[in-house]
């Protein structure tokens, strides 16, 4: 009982201090929204795929890190990463969190690692991989489904999509451990 109305006490008292500018309850219902399929950046890939004849399975269990699409005619498969979740190095919209950090380091970093470790899965058992950024999408969604819908007819590479400056760009997809 009284070790009980001590972790009552050291809670009440971290969230005096804590700096929130929402309520609990909106900070709870803000980050329930926040989803890992269909996407709005997942979304404007489909939507251009699809309209460039191009037709795909979502989310499939049976293949490493769930691709958000799998192309199996093209023997390819798509992840859409936002660019905080998956720590786009370089990128503008890519900032770590100023209040725990040490948590929010660890958690990204682990988001990589789990990246890293399914790409080299997938690239082993004969998939082309590409990888969306969201900040490319940002930029210019058209002409990511125009350099995706060019990668899947005529290369037979892995790559990767990003925004390079004020364009989007495609680069080769280099995967750590590989």
Same mark, same amino acid.
């Given at each position: 009982?009284? %070790?009980?109305?001590?972790?009552?006490?050291?809670?009440?008292?971290?969230?005096?201090?804590?700096? $929130?500018?929402?309520?609990?309850?909106?900070?709870?219902?803000?980050?329930?929204?926040?989803?890992?399929?269909?996407?709005?950046?997942?979304? !404007?890939?489909?939507?251009?795929?699809?309209?460039?004849?191009?037709?795909?399975?979502?989310?499939?269990?049976?293949?490493?890190?769930? @691709?958000?699409?799998?192309?199996?005619?093209?023997?390819?498969?798509?992840?859409?990463?936002?660019?905080?979740?998956?720590?786009?190095?370089?990128? *503008?919209?890519?900032?770590? @969190?100023?209040?725990?950090?040490?948590?929010?380091?660890?958690?990204?970093?682990?988001?990589?690692?789990?990246?890293?470790? !399914? %790409?080299?899965?997938?690239?082993?058992?004969?998939?082309?991989? !590409?990888?969306?950024?969201?900040? !490319?999408?940002?930029?210019?969604? $058209?002409?990511?489904?125009?350099?995706?819908?060019?990668?899947?007819?005529?290369? $037979?590479?892995?790559?990767?999509?990003?925004?390079?400056? *004020?364009?989007?760009? $495609?680069? @080769?997809?280099?995967?750590?451990?590989?």
């Amino acid at each position: 009982m009284e %070790l009980e109305l001590d972790l009552r006490a050291a809670d009440k008292i971290w969230t005096q201090i804590m700096v $929130d500018k929402m309520s609990a309850e909106k900070r709870s219902a803000l980050m329930s929204r926040i989803r890992g399929k269909d996407t709005l950046p997942e979304m !404007a890939v489909r939507k251009r795929l699809w309209r460039e004849g191009f037709r795909y399975r979502l989310h499939p269990k049976g293949l490493a890190g769930r @691709p958000d699409l799998v192309l199996p005619k093209w023997g390819a498969v798509v992840f859409v990463h936002g660019c905080f979740w998956h720590r786009h190095n370089g990128c *503008s919209y890519f900032r770590l @969190p100023k209040t725990r950090t040490a948590f929010w380091d660890a958690k990204l970093q682990r988001n990589r690692e789990r990246d890293a470790s !399914a %790409l080299k899965t997938l690239i082993d058992a004969g998939w082309r991989l !590409a990888v969306v950024w969201e900040c !490319a999408l940002r930029r210019d969604a $058209d002409h990511v489904g125009e350099l995706l819908a060019t990668w899947l007819t005529m290369r $037979d590479d892995s790559i990767e999509i990003e925004e390079a400056g *004020s364009e989007v760009k $495609d680069r @080769p997809l280099i995967v750590s451990g590989r």
